[in-house]
T-cell receptor, first 115, second 115 residues
Framework: AQSVAQPEDQVNVAEGNPLTVKCTYSVSGNPYLFWYVQYPNRGLQFLLKYITGDNLVKGSYGFEAEFNKSQTSFHLKKPSALVSDSALYFC?????????????FGSGTQLTVLP | GAGVSQSPSNKVTEKGKDVELRCDPISGHTALYWYRQSLGQGLEFLIY????????KSGLPSDRFSAERTGGSVSTLTIQRTQQEDSAVYLC?????????????FGDGTRLSIL
């Protein structure tokens, strides 16, 4: 069975500092990987995805993520955090041949950027 | 442009009552998903509709849950004889076409509280 782990429930970072939100996954086969962000009382918003190709993926709002096959990781990064980046972040994984239910979400990481 | 619209945004009801949750996907999106988000949890897949194909109902937790999609557009999720454990945020998402490498566009959800 596939799974996603977001090992940190909470990440705090000072504004202007780089941020990392960690994600590791377990699947059989090549993964599709996604990051979503959720602001309070809102739905999830798509940030970026890895399907194939370059391991470094750039997405919305200055975020990027690096696919590392050997470490089965897909950490979300941003060089300089903003207070407005404070939100709940979800990593998700699926295999291309899987069914609709097989998009597995992590439990989320609450990012707080301190002014 | 118009995003995924869900109604009501909040619903409070008594245990044992039936509830209907509505989702209007983005116009032209053929794929529609329902998820359940419980406090501190990731997203739990419930059901998937794709065009005129038979829906994937494999995530529905019990026979009290059902969903339909009329005319390939609006979808309704119905929960019969609600239980307190049904309390959660119910999220709807749509994507433009078949293909699980497509990001999903989420509505803001319906927050369901069962008293």
């Amino acid at each position: 069975a596939q799974s996603v782990a977001q090992p940190e429930d909470q990440v705090n970072v000072a504004e202007g500092n780089p941020l990392t939100v960690k994600c590791t996954y377990s699947v059989s086969g090549n993964p599709y990987l996604f990051w979503y962000v959720q602001y309070p009382n809102r739905g999830l918003q798509f940030l970026l995805k890895y399907i194939t190709g370059d391991n470094l993926v750039k997405g919305s709002y200055g975020f990027e993520a690096e696919f590392n096959k050997s470490q089965t990781s897909f950490h979300l990064k941003k060089p300089s955090a903003l207070v407005s980046d404070s939100a709940l972040y979800f990593c998700a994984v699926r295999v291309p041949s899987g069914s609709a239910r097989q998009l597995t979400f992590g439990s989320g990481t609450q990012l707080t950027v301190l002014p | 442009g118009a995003g995924v619209s869900q109604s009501p945004s909040n619903k409070v009801t008594e245990k044992g009552k039936d509830v209907e949750l509505r989702c209007d996907p983005i116009s032209g999106h053929t794929a529609l998903y329902w998820y359940r988000q419980s406090l501190g949890q990731g997203l739990e897949f419930l059901i998937y509709f794709q065009g005129n194909s038979a829906p994937d109902k494999s995530g529905l937790p019990s026979d009290r849950f059902s969903a339909e999609r009329t005319g390939g557009s609006v979808s309704t999720l119905t929960i019969q004889r609600t239980q307190q454990e049904d309390s959660a945020v119910y999220l709807c998402a749509s994507s433009p076409k078949q293909g699980f490498n497509q990001p999903q566009h989420f509505g803001d959800g319906t927050r369901l509280s069962i008293l």
